[in-house]
């Protein structure tokens, strides 16, 4: 099952986080690294979760895929992004409205099994279904996280040719993937 997390969730928010920034591919996907998330207080944890949590009714929405054992096996974020904003949240000008997808991660022992899948269809609904009209979801993904970018692709998500550097190497490693509104 594929859920919006909830605010008092913050604790497994954490360690869902911990364990995707333990993942050999993490140095490509995360802005980042696994010591300064471990460093960070518990207030910390708890704003995120409160601020993705479908609790908090607001423009950002973490999903984790839950087993029927409880355990998370993957998550999403999506941040709504407005025109009106001005900038987003990788600090280029918003033209149209669009989400952002960040913090996709599924455990290691999940991946192949069609979970991302359910992942980015939750979120997407939540997304297409908000009044703002948004007309995008984008992302990014690093030039050698294949694996990534084949999964995004099959998703229907399509390169722009935009690039981006969201790690922080300094160099636009980072390939720009978009989804259009599906008509309606």
Do not use: K
């Not at 704003?47 to 607001?58: C, P, Q």
């Amino acid at each position: 099952m594929v859920r919006a997390i909830r605010s008092d969730e913050w604790e497994r928010v954490r360690e869902l986080r911990l364990a995707a920034l333990r993942d050999p591919l993490a140095p490509l996907a995360f802005v980042e690294s696994y010591e300064e998330a471990e460093a960070r207080p518990d207030g910390f944890w708890q704003e995120r979760a409160e601020g993705g949590s479908e609790d908090r009714g607001g423009r950002i929405r973490q999903f984790v895929a839950e087993a029927p054992d409880g355990s998370w096996a993957g998550t999403v974020t999506v941040f709504v992004e407005l025109p009106e904003d001005g900038r987003s949240l990788f600090g280029d000008e918003v033209t149209v409205p669009q989400v952002d997808v960040v913090g996709v991660y599924v455990r290691p022992e999940a991946r192949g099994s069609g979970l991302v899948d359910a992942l980015f269809t939750t979120a997407l609904e939540w997304v297409w279904a908000r009044d703002e009209g948004i007309e995008r979801a984008r992302l990014y993904v690093h030039e050698e996280n294949v694996r990534a970018a084949a999964a995004y692709r099959r998703l229907g998500f399509v390169a722009t040719g935009g690039r981006a550097d969201t790690v922080g190497s300094g160099e636009p490693h980072d390939l720009e993937y978009v989804l259009e509104r599906p008509a309606r």
